[in-house]
């Protein structure tokens, strides 16, 4: 069944289609949301509190568009919304306190501490740069959808990409060739 046809059920209320939906998309609204945010337990919460405005608004959904789209649109907002609500209240984590309990092989070391540098780099990204690197690299979507997703011109999308691929290859230079 097609998304336009599961919307459409949804929009009639069925509860099990709109559940199918979000089925499909949780896995790139998570890592969409946890990318504007920084923050896994907000990325979270912002994918959550977008799929609960999707279904309150399912029958604004226009069937002649993709889905997709349309609900990571609503997801990314809930995420700056998010954003800008937590920024009043942010608070410092606290650091570990205690190594690892079981030692790691060097490659499975080697990879946690690439992407601990690829999530500390990302997170110094600014917001709409993330946002567009993880939407084009991450989850393959063209610039021109993101910059229907994102409200700005194409050629800003292009813009943001560059920089941000430029500055991770910066921040990550040390693992080009590497073998994580």
Known sequence: MT???LAA???RGDADAFGELIARYTP???????AALGNHD????????????????????DATRPFGPWLL????NRARDLGRRR?????DELPADRAAELASPERETDRALLREQ?????DRLPERQRVAITLFDGEGYPHAEIARMLDVPE??????????????REALGQWQGGTA
Request: hydrophobic share 45%; no cysteine.
């Open 42 to 61: 907000d990325g979270d919460d912002a994918a959550q509190d977008g799929f609960l405005a999707a279904w309150q608004n399912i029958d604004k959904y």
């Open 28 to 34: 790139a609204a998570r890592r969409l949301a946890r």
């Open 87 to 91: 920024k009043v209240r942010q608070t």
């Open 3 to 5: 998304d336009a046809d």
């Open 73 to 76: 649109r609503i997801v990314v």
């Open 155 to 168: 050629g800003t999308v292009r813009s943001d990409v560059f920089h941000a691929r430029r500055t991770l």
């Open 118 to 122: 690829l999530a500390e780099a990302l």
């Open 9 to 11: 059920r949804a929009a």
